[in-house]
């Protein structure tokens, strides 16, 4: 047997594990593959583990035909580390999120009705000349009043939309997105069923601040725009889609306090 830098050692057994093309480290030793004389070289990982070296041969031909390790075999383990958990854990917490957070606004709805919080007017800025304004104390809605063409003014600007009439005299009609603006946002009407018969709704309108009783409330089709009809006296409308499929409206009417 030619001449080796490394100390052969004893004959030791081959490990099961042992690939030719390429190096095996285990907890404890370092195999080192000699190819022209066909031996690994077994060695103590630690320069001062006092354990023997050794040696065995092998025959390259004997792995010519077993498969080798794919790519994806290779990859598993690094995914079960690296990606895999995390990937799950967020999709796990993802997936818990958006079944509990439908029930977030009325959770929170409910809590502050008991611990009484509601109406208190005190926090609610004094009205501004240059932009009206919808407030509905009960539910935590502060927002702008905008005007446009169509609903699609909500698309730049957050607020609700003026859809039609006059503050006095009129049918003042207000609409505005459910599900868009998330909770607790002041935009959002996803608590408007929750507004009932004598609740205040306060309207800043160019400067002035004027107060509504609600006077009914109800649940009607999306085809039924009789909610858009004039009236010969002050009224107040407001209304938002009941649910994603727009198949039914929330609708709130308030008459002005005395």
Not at 7 to 21: M, Q, S, T, V
Not at 36 to 45: E, F, V
Not at 76 to 81: A, F, I, N, W
Not at 219 to 231: F, H, M, S, V, Y
Request: proline content about 8%; glycine content about 6%.
């Amino acid at each position: 047997m030619a001449a080796t830098k490394y100390k052969l050692g004893r004959l030791i057994p081959e490990p099961a594990n042992f690939r030719p093309n390429r190096t095996l480290i285990t907890r404890r030793w370092v195999y080192k593959i000699d190819d022209a004389q066909k031996i690994a070289y077994r060695q103590p990982k630690h320069w001062d583990d006092p354990a023997p070296s050794g040696f065995f041969t092998f025959s390259p031909a004997r792995f010519e035909s077993a498969p080798k390790p794919s790519h994806w075999r290779k990859l598993v383990p690094t995914l079960k580390r690296g990606i895999a958990v995390p990937t799950l854990s967020a999709l796990l917490i993802a997936g818990v999120f958006l079944v509990l957070y439908p029930l977030y606004p009325s959770v929170k709805f409910q809590v502050q009705k008991q611990i009484g919080s509601f109406g208190d007017t005190q926090a609610i800025a004094a009205p501004d000349s240059n932009h009206n304004r919808v407030i509905i104390p009960k539910i935590g809605v502060d927002t702008t009043i905008l005007e446009g063409a169509s609903l699609d003014v909500l698309k730049k600007h957050e607020g609700v939309w003026h859809q039609r009439g006059q503050i006095a005299g009129d049918n003042l009609v207000l609409s505005g997105h459910r599900f868009k603006y998330l909770p607790p946002n002041t935009s959002t009407l996803y608590n408007l069923g929750e507004v009932a018969v004598g609740d205040t709704i306060y309207v800043d309108w160019y400067g002035t601040r004027l107060a509504y009783s609600v006077s009914e409330t109800k649940r009607i089709n999306q085809n039924d725009t009789a909610i858009l009809n004039p009236t010969s006296d002050s009224q107040l409308t407001i209304y938002t889609c009941y649910d994603k499929r727009q198949t039914e409206r929330i609708v709130v009417i308030a008459k002005p306090q005395p």
